[in-house]
């Protein structure tokens, strides 16, 4: 019984227990390099592209070359090479065509071999000189499980920490490797259950359960911790995460700090440093978004400014000037005044509207180019309605059309994400639908309109968006003619395709929405085409021609200066 006992009174192990701690805690510093060799491995590729792509730019500016992207050497062609062969792996994706079980579908098959790899490897630890079928075979598979576990919590939080280092290395911002973070989680939790699964079977065999649960207090707090990790698992599945999401992101976040309060009480104060570890990568991720956030909304006067003067209530003091308009009864557009940052095509920000939801943050796409000048600009977003904080926007946004005041405070963070240099690329193809216009007519204008230095390889830009009806364009589709002009000044050849899916009605006229609709009703210019889709389907011909003339649309390539440009 004294053995017994012994073996089982949590992390204190028995007479060669010093030994097996020095194997576990070797094997979790050995978990820290494998880390940081991916880490800096990804840190030199990004390095590299950075230099690829400010060569690019060097050779498009001097005009050395007519084909500034091609490779100019072995290791630049190297380097392509194997950028193409791991975006063909990584590329496909099984889907599940059900309405019910789409969620379940796996990952994309690069995703997936990232996800077998460092499974791999944590099996390899948890499993390397720790099966020996001896006194001790529950005991050493239990304490290598909770070293394996514990030691990988500050990568957990590190991957869900917006402000984090494995970002920046790596050149992803926090929303491209959150799905890491999901798949970590539950390694985590596989490994947890491990740990706890094979005390368990040790104390069953020798009727210590209840002993255990008496005398041992941090295996209590171990069970909660666990507890807590199985919660986070089932509320971050599909169905359940986005039924709220506005109560899952709470939840979330205070279920975080509870399992690190948990896991404290549980750890043994020699393996402690990785709870530490994840309350600094915590602390700093939260104290560096409420600093960018403060520095993003204080007030700054600026001689330039349209909307300081105008500034009441909150904007006083935090946030911005904004006003928010109902587009139609799908999507809401937001104009948020005097910002004074500067922002990337293809960057986000947190809005948060405290007169709606003030403690609410969600992120959407800057819907609009960042001006050259230094002056303060507008921000646009376009945002879908769809529930929650989007369905409360939209309808204050409908009151507001009816005589009701049309201002409110927008209080932001960002702005956030690491697109590519889009002028580093020769040919772009372009493809989105509804407020997804949101992503990529922002890289249109940048690259036609900020072209004047000639500091861009772009040749050809082909674009397609698709969207419901008509009037969800009111808002940017003046914005498109702009950049086709602007295309054709800077020598770019831009082809732009909205197709509509709401289809004609039945009567042979084009009014899917009654006598008065307006869905096909655009004023051409030249390389705009309107495809009308029948049947409400969402398909494009990537090179229709006549037919689209046909359908009521029209596809014209501008031409560049000097001959014509090449496919």
């Known amino acids: ?76 062609q190297a380097f ?37 790899i460092y499974m791999s490897v944590i099996l390899y630890m948890l499993l ?26 500050p990568f957990v939080y590190l991957l869900a920490s917006k402000a984090s280092l494995i970002g920046l290395l790596s050149g992803s911002s926090h929303e491209r490797i959150n799905w890491l973070h999901r798949w970590v989680l539950r390694t985590l939790l596989v490994t947890v259950t491990v740990h706890g699964g094979f005390f368990y079977a040790e104390w069953y065999r020798a009727d210590l359960v209840e002993v255990e649960l008496q005398m041992m207090t941090m295996v209590k707090y171990g069970i909660g911790a666990w507890s807590i990790l199985a919660w986070t698992f089932l509320t971050s599945l599909t169905p359940i995460r986005s039924f709220s999401y ?4 709470l939840q979330h976040i205070a279920a975080a700090a509870v399992f690190l309060w948990l896991l404290w009480m549980h750890v043994p104060d020699y393996a402690q440093y990785n709870i530490w570890f994840a309350i600094a990568a915590l602390a700093f991720d939260k104290l560096a978004m409420y600093a960018w956030t403060a520095w993003t909304n204080a007030p700054t006067p600026h001689p330039a400014s349209r909307g300081s003067a105008s500034r009441s ?88 059309a009816a005589g ?28 989105s639908a509804s407020t997804g216009i949101t992503f990529t007519l922002p890289i249109v204008e940048s690259l036609v309109h900020h072209n004047a230095d000639g500091l861009s390889c772009v040749r050809r830009i082909e674009m397609l968006h698709v969207v419901r009806k008509r009037d969800s364009t009111d808002c940017y589709i003046e914005r ?31 009014g899917c929405c009654g006598a008065n609709c307006r869905c096909h009703d655009f004023e051409m210019a030249p390389n705009l085409g309107v495809v009308e889709m029948a049947n409400r389907t969402a398909v494009v011909a990537a090179d229709a021609r006549e037919e689209d003339v046909e359908k009521g649309g029209m596809s014209i390539e501008t031409r560049r200066r000097g001959g014509s440009h090449q496919p």
């Open 1 to 76: 019984m004294g053995m017994d006992m012994n073996m089982g009174m949590g992390m204190d192990m028995s007479s060669d227990s010093a030994a097996f701690v020095d194997t576990n805690s070797s094997m979790a510093r050995s978990y820290w390099y494998i880390i940081a060799a991916v880490l800096g491995f990804t840190a030199l590729l990004r390095i590299f592209q950075i230099a690829e792509t400010r060569s690019r730019l060097r050779l498009a500016k001097l005009r050395a070359v007519s084909h500034p992207t091609q490779p100019r050497n072995a290791l630049s």
């Open 128 to 153: 390397w000189h720790s099966i020996t079928f001896d006194a001790y075979y529950y005991e050493k598979v239990a304490f290598r499980a909770a070293w394996v576990s514990v030691t990988q919590v």
């Open 246 to 249: 506005e109560l899952f992101v």
């Open 313 to 400: 209530g909150l904007s006083k003091f935090l946030g911005h000037r904004a006003s928010i308009r109902a587009v139609n009864t799908e999507m809401t557009e937001v104009l948020i005044y005097d910002v004074h940052f500067k922002w990337s095509a293809g960057q986000h920000i947190y809005l948060r509207i405290p007169s709606l939801a003030p403690l609410e943050a969600h992120p959407f796409t800057i819907a609009s180019a960042c001006p050259a000048s230094s002056s303060p600009s507008t921000v646009q977003l376009l945002i879908e309605k769809r529930g929650g904080f989007t369905k409360r926007l939209h309808a204050a946004a409908t009151k507001q």
């Open 480 to 510: 498109i003619k702009a950049a086709i002009v602007a295309a054709e000044r800077a020598g770019i050849a831009l082809t732009v395709r909205i197709a509509v899916t709401c289809g004609s009605s039945a009567t042979g006229t084009k």
């Open 404 to 431: 009701a005041d049309t201002g409110v405070t927008a209080i932001i963070t960002g702005p956030i994400g690491r697109p590519p240099t889009w002028a580093a690329f020769e040919t772009l193809i372009l493809i």
């Open 80 to 116: 392509a090479t194997g950028s193409a062969i791991l975006r063909e792996i990584a590329g496909p994706k099984y889907h599940i065509n059900n309405r019910w079980a789409s969620w379940l579908s796996p990952p994309s098959l690069g995703r997936s071999l990232i996800v077998v």
